[in-house]
């Protein structure tokens, strides 16, 4: 029986056709392959495909990762060494120890290029303290004019602005609004009679003049101290009593402040603040007080500062004292009154 050549012909093509399918997914698995190869090559060596070099960019990238991690860790050494010396000496103390080591029977291993950095460190550190330093403390020791001999009996008061005199307050609608406390002119014109009167704020002037010129015009507080009279300590604004050019024996400090930083404290009186409250008599209250320490000629402040530092209420203890004194008065006058009256009965 002869072959059908149809069915031949299909058999052949057939055969033909998976040939070439067959050729076709081997080629396809070693370009798979390779193309895995030049992956996995660039991956790790940097490389692109067809290059047998470490990409450029990539060393580049390398080196300034090491050059950026060698400055950051050497930085961090730099700021550790020299932050030890700052908080463990003092400028003058770190100069002597330099000093001390350069010597031959003090030296060690390395002392040379040691005293060589430290001296270095101490000569910018000291400049860089002065500098500081006219920042950070008054214009001057003398923050007030020389008193005249004949009046240097007269007591100083030094009073604070804020919560003491006045009282601000912000809000978004309005800004920043300003109320003068009940009996704070009365106060300033009652105390100018027995006091050489200084506000002493850590304001500026300019917040601390305007207010001032309204609450008073007549000048009776004779001399403004604004911030940049303040020292400047522990990130803080201290009053520095010390610097106002009067015996401290005869200087009151007057605050209601909470967070108001005086030096010395032993010269501070601080009083209730006063924020807005109505039918406040905090500042006429402590009137008969104030004069009390000018009548009295108390020789040092500082000690009636002490006798009332427990109490909370100043002007209500010290009309309690005095009642208790008017009290005692009473009693030994009566006393003297009945030992007059025997007398006289039994002539």
């Known amino acids: 029986m002869a072959a059908d050549p149809t069915l031949a012909s299909c058999c052949q093509r057939d055969a033909q056709e998976q040939a070439m ?11 798979d392959r390779s193309r895995h190869r030049e992956h996995l090559r660039e991956s790790v060596l940097g490389c692109t495909p067809g290059d047998t070099r470490p990409d450029r960019d990539s060393l580049e990238t390398s080196d300034d990762e090491e050059l950026g ?16 010396y700052y908080w463990r000496y003092e400028v003058d103390e770190l100069e ?20 060589a950095v430290m001296g270095w460190y101490v000569e910018r550190r000291r400049a860089l303290e002065g500098e500081v ?23 100083t008061l030094v009073l604070d602005l804020d919560h003491l005199l006045v009282h ?28 050489e009167l200084v506000v002493y704020t850590d304001k500026l002037c300019t917040y601390v003049d305007p207010i001032l010129d309204r609450l008073d015009p007549q000048r009776l507080i004779q001399y403004r101290l604004y911030r940049d009279s303040n ?44 924020r807005k409250e109505p039918g406040d008599t905090g500042l006429v209250d402590m009137l008969p007080f104030l004069e009390a320490v000018v009548a009295t000629h108390v020789p040092d402040v500082r000690r ?44």
């Open 69 to 84: 991690n060698a400055v950051f860790f050497g930085g961090v050494a730099a700021a550790s060494f020299f932050g030890y």
């Open 231 to 274: 020292q400047w300590e522990n990130n803080e604004h201290v009053r520095d009593l010390t610097k106002l050019n009067r015996d401290l024996a005869q200087v009151l400090f007057l605050t209601a402040d909470p967070e108001a930083r005086f030096n010395p404290p032993e010269n501070g009186i601080r009083l209730k603040p006063w």
């Open 96 to 115: 002597a120890l330099v000093e001390s080591t350069s010597r031959p029977e003090n030296a060690f291993p390395g002392s040379g290029a040691w005293a």
């Open 133 to 155: 330093k006219k920042y950070a403390d008054p214009p001057s020791d003398k923050l007030l004019p020389d008193l005249p001999p004949a009046a240097r009996h007269i007591k």
């Open 168 to 195: 601000s307050h912000w809000t978004r609608e309005r800004g920043w609004r300003c109320y003068k406390r009940p009996g704070a002119e009365e106060f300033i014109a009652g105390m100018a009679q027995y006091y």
């Open 21 to 31: 399918v067959a050729k076709l997914k081997a080629s396809l698995t070693l370009v």
């Open 304 to 347: 009636t500062v002490a006798a009332y530092a427990e109490e909370e209420d100043i002007p209500q203890a010290f009309k309690a004292r005095m009642a208790a004194v008017t009290e005692q008065r009473a009693q030994r006058q009566g006393v003297g009154r009945g030992l007059l009256s025997g007398l006289a009965g039994g002539r």
